[in-house]
DNA sequence: GTGTTACGATACCGTTCGGTACCACGCGAC
DNA sequence: GTCGCGTGGTACCGAACGGTATCGTAACAC
């Protein structure tokens, strides 16, 4: 029962109102479809109401996107948190079991259509829409543990390890709408051991 | 003057006609804004024409989307061919000099939006879109290259390498679009090259 | 000359977009 | 009771979407 860090059919206990179905039901089709390409009608017919409820309780179709990231960023943290907590004060483990997870989840969900964060960058480019301020913010949270992480398990430069550690888990997402097969990311946390190594051993004996 | 993959301005000597300064206006359209996000009307304006001329030249909107990337594997894997040319009967040397530079442009080029390709691939779902076979095409490419190189470099596990390095190109182009600064990209070919040292060590010391 | 080709201009098509106005219903609270 | 309040239904708005039809014309062929 591992946590899916996404796309999840609940978030919360789902109590039946229409404003929760709409999220719901915006979350599923922004991810599946991207979010230029859903319509507030589209949102309205899946959830089984009207686009009144949509403006009722979201204001718009840009406070609902908004609104779905910011869940979708909550949940992924949820699930990073309870990952590396089975891992206590064991900073390598902790990486090494993100990872692993991490690979598997991207592995097994043939749903999985990469970071729906990171996917609104390419749709989102206005640097005012409200949107926009929860992709960076992620991405600048998401670097700053990786690089702590490195820095606690001893790693020389845990900037760098930190960067790399990012770079793969973001290629990892991309290479899940890039390819037709599972791609590289396959070798994912493979990967990831093997760069921690190298932050970690001894001296460099070359 | 290095090449810049993507967003030349010129690919080719650009005869002023209608159907060019479609193109070129699609493409930088299309780049810096979304596929979806730019409309025909956007496109002939910007080209300076009318949308007439964009139906007599390339038939529809997606037949133009699917020109623009075919267009942009092409100058891609001219930079590439380019690049690796320069070290000649050296695979490690060929693969470092492909991550300095793309280093050195992503970083360099304040308009950088990632990569068109894989941008569009989230974008784009429907697996009929012709779109959509390029972009599988390239990465299929991409990684198939990378993995070669690694083969030839004598690399342990070639193919792991591969898509090591696959991943984190992937990873630095999700970054360009994700971070308001230069993100993790800076570190991306120093750590090319601890994987390339990892994989071509003599053995596990450990 | 007469085609042929490419182009610009404009008007138009049906559909969908994000967003709103208005009304009627069922509900629990008081 | 009746008062809100959330809700569903529907009709609607102006704008933009992708795409088409028609006409005129400048450039070039033979």
Known sequence: MTADLFNLSAVEPAPDTAGERIFQAARELFYQQGIRAVGVDAIAAAAGTTKMSLYRNFGSKDQLVAAVLEAQDRLFWEWWDETIARCPDDPRGQIECLFREFETIASDDDSCR????????????????????IVVRHHQEMLRRLREL?????????????DALMLLMGGSFLSRLCF???????SVSDVARQLIDVHTRAASPA
Do not use: Y
């Open 150 to 162: 490195a820095a606690r398990l001893g790693a020389r430069d845990p900037d760098e390890l930190g």
């Open 180 to 186: 037709d097969d599972l791609g590289p990311v396959r």
């Open 114 to 133: 990469g970071c729906p964060i990171a996917n609104a960058s390419v749709e989102i480019v206005d640097t005012d829409h409200p949107a926009r301020r």
